[in-house]
């Protein structure tokens, strides 16, 4: 059974495994409503986390928050919701809510092979908000926990596994076995959303595996998309963690050259917010003279 969290809860454990999320915050109320200004929620693609006071309103609040992460809209949203006959609820109030929509991150990897080095670099990139896939034939060599930004893919075929896991990731190729390595070059080396692809190894691996690949027809273009050896030159070191050291460097230099840069408008309008507080003021309930 997944655990029940509360909304600060869940919004820790989404920026801590890079999922993407909805928080909705009840800012205004009139009238009866089911919760008061200041309630919040969590809206996942595939969870909900607290509430906001249930009934139709949720419903839609909560519709409304996953439309925004279907279309990767990260943006801010302000609604205004009246409590009436269209939400099916009788408490005739309104509520004003805002939809902080969050991108958890896009930064996704795919490590093949858990040994030393994975190891290491897991316990660095593991408290970084990227999307991690781990993937090995051998159960027995996984740490009984991991990061929760990574997914254990313990699996007999890698190969015949890896174009649909390494799908718009960065790749590093780290296992125990020279063969395997080799068989996951070939494989991703004519993928096309790869976003990088990195092997562990000397120059001396670099220079027979490029010579390999080019017997068997891949072409210049092909190969020079293989980062071999792995890693940051300017970081010394041949212990795990040092290595490690050097291969995150590099990726995170890697995603922040991918990344997109950010529009010139971000958050919400001031028009935005004129616009709500009207809205809500005309929907107000009229005080009634005798």
Not at 66 to 76: G, H, S, V
Not at 229 to 234: A, E, F, I, M, S
Request: hydrophobic letters at 40%; a neutral charge; proline letters at 6%.
């Amino acid at each position: 059974m997944r655990e029940r969290l509360n909304w600060v809860e869940a919004v820790a454990d989404c920026e801590r495994s890079g999922q993407p999320y909805v928080l909705v915050t009840v800012l205004g109320v009139t009238g009866s409503v089911p919760r008061e200004p200041a309630s919040k929620m969590v809206v996942t693609r595939e969870h909900t986390y607290d509430t906001i006071g249930g009934g139709h309103l949720e419903y839609r609040v909560i519709a409304r928050a996953r439309e925004r992460l279907a279309e990767q809209d990260y943006t801010y949203e302000l609604a205004h919701f009246p409590l009436g006959a269209s939400l099916g609820q009788c408490c005739g109030g309104s509520v004003a809510v805002l939809l902080e929509a969050q991108p958890g991150s896009d930064a996704r990897l795919v490590v093949f092979g858990a040994g030393h080095v994975s190891k290491a670099l897991l316990t660095i990139m593991g408290e970084l908000p990227w999307q991690i896939i781990w993937v090995d034939s051998r159960p027995e060599c996984f740490p009984a926990q991991v990061p929760a930004n990574t997914t254990v893919h313990c699996t007999d075929d890698p190969v015949g596994d890896a174009p649909a896991l390494c799908r718009n990731a960065h790749v590093l190729i780290l296992t125990h076995n020279h063969a395997l390595d080799f068989e996951l070059c070939q494989a991703l080396l004519k993928q096309q959303d790869i976003l990088s692809l990195g092997l562990i190894g000397s120059q001396t691996k670099a220079d027979r595996f490029r010579q390999r690949l080019e017997h068997r027809g891949y072409t210049d273009t092909d190969i020079a998309q293989l980062r071999c050896p792995v890693g940051r030159l300017d970081v010394p070191g041949k212990r795990p963690m040092e290595v490690a050291v050097s291969m995150s460097a590099e990726l995170l230099a890697l995603a922040a050259n991918s990344a997109s840069s950010k529009p010139l408008r971000r958050g919400l309008s001031w028009s935005a917010l004129k616009d709500l507080t009207r809205e809500t003021v005309e929907a107000s309930p009229k005080p009634v003279h005798k």
